[in-house]
């Protein structure tokens, strides 16, 4: 089973002994994540495709995958074109293809403890023209075929401690329960796993760069809850930690728990919850309540003890980024640097600092044409020289007790061309003007959007990523219910309205397949803004990121004298924050790269 | 029955004898339409509101008037408060207001007639909570109580020539069977009357400022059609022009050849159809396909001979308003003018150029406070003069043969004061962002509305409206699918993407509360735009209107170069089109208008 025609020949075999006609392969978990323990990694397994959203349908003769315009070139990349068809979404879906393709009157398995009520509902949909049926599976196929999968993790949680957290679990699950008795709700069904970490101050080790553990959470309208997750990872410091209040069961004591809460009333979110947790509660005989997971935004909104934290972790951050930053100075010319051992040196930059708990995601360290693969993720097999005369695009982040980083910088090694120049200049252009973008209170992040593609719009180019994403506080990296993003593309928009402490991503970028990518890249937090004769409460950003941004790329005729302006009080304050924590060269380095531009 | 008072007391009596507790009142006709014949303006006989959009709710011991925020200060000034209370949408909704103030159990009316078959579901819904019955109406129950209600139009059709139209009805109605025929479905139902006047080359006079003629439409696989319209309606030219594909019928035998299509499977518009029409369908046992309207597309993307009529049609258009402009300019500063007269010398000059067939909708004349109510109609009672030092709002457009026109100027009479230039240029900024907007194929309306915003953004202002809604050839003022507005808002959104061809209003506006209003609009194509290097197809906009902006209005020095040079090559092109049509003080009075900046 060691190629994946094997594997895809051994699901195919199990599905005949299973009597379905084709099965769907979605990469999330139990928690509908978008980052997901080894053991849920379906879809690589299957199929060899590393990016972190895809999905795929196994029909008897045909297969496909689907994938987004940030993997359009990697899905082709690692994912053999004789077995399996490639599909982009939006444009398509499985719901469409199987609309096609689907044999009819064929049972297409799913496993409901993988999609949402949603999905199942359009898909069975799309499949009725067929006369052909959506069949909810008791095993999945592929953990039938899949012999060496691994187990989900045991790693310990820990305590999460309210000088990080800014706010006790007991005020957290107390506001809930205020929220659960003015929805005449009994209870609220917690299965996202960043909600059950902050909801009850804990962190887990069970998902790569994650810092969350696998569970599930029932938090009820008295403020006591209850929590699902192996007893073996909750040592006494955890139990302490989360009191009377919080009543401990197995994870797998989670679907029996729901069919108990017959007559009740449970709110239930859609997007976050799967599929078989309605079915559930269904069967049971509750009340369910379609509402967004009452953690979502007061997750977002960060406190001032995460706001405090974040600044701090960031300070941290960038004083890491810049010493990488020189050191790449000084070694890429030699021509002696490939993208691992870039990507290496950042880390242990990181670590260095001490408090670093995990990188937040996979480096993107990506060379020349490999800068241009929106994902990329260097492997032996991909590793690059950084080469004279061409771009560096390096996209990382660490995970740190006070705060969860993300930042991109492209660096010229050597002479930039007047092309790459132009491009940079027009992303960070992009970059700056959401950056200072003001905004009465109610702006959606879509309405932001387009402030970052303007320079590139105007001649004629693009780029086919969203602009911002949240960011957790010692959490996920990708962090919701906020977006910076067109809507109505039918990939997650940015529909939700911004509110002061809600932290995003800027990073505009351009990617010339074959050639080299571009991404600017800063943290932001949303802050209130005075201005007078306002006549509603305005909005702006606080930029939380500090390294330089490569001053050799910049044409600085191309900006306007505000965008120049912009340009040096981002390096001033760069210094203010970073140049503390350097010293010798790296330190005359910093102070060189942070002059006023001329 | 001459009271607003003793109407609600009339439908309260007609409804306690329908044993219903409640009606819904919506502004629309059968057709969906938005602006509609007086015979259903009930909205308007029943409240005294005369805004284009609203709603109201009559319950025994309350009633409620549902309007937009266009409309926040109009209907408070139209609408007796006493017996009224005002909802803002999308802040709420009819479906969040019966959710509280429905009785328990009671039985709420509708005319299926007009509403949406998705309205009424979510209605229902809504409803359900309370124990509350959705109750269709057999006779609309207002329709009862009006005594002197108008009959609806006998105005004659009028053909639209294929010189004007630029393709034949049967094309146009060949590519809809094409259309059906990949559909798998054999006939498509035309309700709206945009869609059917587009469709068949034909216009009519059944409402006011819409050249538009009641009647419904069939469309099947085999290119021929039904029309259902009041014979007595259709001359010979009409019968002719349509000829032996298109089989008359009369207007009220819709219904009953809706009964007729047991087994076809019919396309049904479901923003365009109302509940009645899915009704009846469902009852004859046909099979329903929710689709779009196969006329609104090619209805918003204008051919070239459509184009060049809009073109002709603003040159003229252009001229009257700038005629209208010089003679405001000396005949205001003497005190001589009020909203009523310059509304009418403005028609006036208008029907000068000999090929008005109606305004595009009621002129807007607001001078200063009045200008602030951003949809104002001017009556006897609120008609004010222009005073010295103020500004003065004109909206207006006219309805020719070749085009339908919508401009908007804002003009100081005497001396604006520095607030009041400043704000005028944050608008024209906005209006010029939009204007050089480049953006690339599959951008969306919502994707361009915040460049407009923008420069009222950074100090804390903004406007209640949408920057752009779509315009008909010769037919609706307010024509979708395209809009310029931002998704999401629970308004129609700007979600379709623009396409070249289309046309649409620019027009940003800012207004202050009991002082003045300030919007620039201008109309704009859609076209292509060559640019080097470019990765995508571009799009961007050319403009269509022609007439001067107040320079006394414009703080120069906040406009950038590029900005100044906009205004510049925009009056250079006025002076293009409208100079040649102007002779004596008015020619030398736009060549002063239109001079360079400086």
Known sequence: ????????????????????????????????????????????????????????????QEAAIFTDGRYTLQVRAQVDGTHWSYQSVPETSIADWLKLHAPEGGRIGYDPWLHTDEWVKRARTALADKGAELVAVGRNPIDAVWADQPEPSRAHLIVHPDRFAGKSSAAKRQEMADWLKGQKADAAVLAALDSIAWTFNVRGKDVEHTPVALSFALVHDDGTADLFVASEKVGDDVRQHLGNGVRLHERRDFEPALAAMAGKTVAVDPERSVAAIFEALGKAGAKILAKRDPAVLPKAVKNQVEIDGH???????????????????????????????????????????????????????????????????????????????????????????????????????????????????????????????????????SQLDSFARQFLWSVGLDYAHGTGHGVGSFLAVHEGPQRIAPVGSGQAGGDEPLKAG?????????????????????????????????????????????????????????LSPAERQWVDDYHKQVLEIVDPQLDGEAKAWLEESCAPLH
Chains 1, 2 share one sequence.
């Open 502 to 558: 809600m932290i995003l991503s800027n990073e505009p970028g351009y990617y010339k397949t074959g050639e080299y990518g571009i991404r600017v890249e800063n943290l932001v937090l949303v802050v209130p803004v005075e201005a007078e004769g306002a006549e509603k409460k305005l909005l702006g950003f606080e930029t939380l990121t500090f390294a330089p941004i490569d001053r050799n790329l910049i044409a600085v005729e191309m």
């Open 1 to 60: 089973m060691s190629t994946y025609e094997a594997r895809l020949a051994a699901l195919r075999e199990q599905l005949k002994a299973d009597r379905l006609d084709g099965f769907v392969v979605p990469l999330t978990d139990e928690h509908m994540s978008e980052y997901v323990g080894s053991y849920a990694q379906r879809l690589a397994w299957l199929t060899g495709f590393q990016g972190s959203a895809g999905s795929a349908v196994v029909l008897p």
């Open 311 to 445: 600044r701090a972790a960031q300070a941290r951050d960038g004083a890491a980024l810049s010493r990488f930053l020189h050191w790449l100075s000084i070694e890429a010319p030699n021509g002696r640097v490939d993208e691992l051992i870039a990507a290496a040196r950042l880390q242990q930059f990181r670590q260095e600092c001490g408090d670093l708990r995990d990188l937040s995601f996979d480096t993107i360290s990506g060379a020349g044409p490999n800068g241009a693969i929106v994902h990329y993720r260097v492997t032996e097999e991909t590793n690059r020289p950084l080469e004279r005369d061409s771009l560096y695009l390096v996209d990382s982040g660490g995970q740190y007790p006070d705060g969860t980083t993300d930042v991109t910088r492209t660096v010229a090694i050597g002479t930039p061309t007047a092309e790459m120049r132009d491009r940079f200049t027009r992303v960070l252009q992009g970059h700056i003007a959401v950056g200072r973008a003001r905004f009465p209170e109610g702006t959606r992040g």
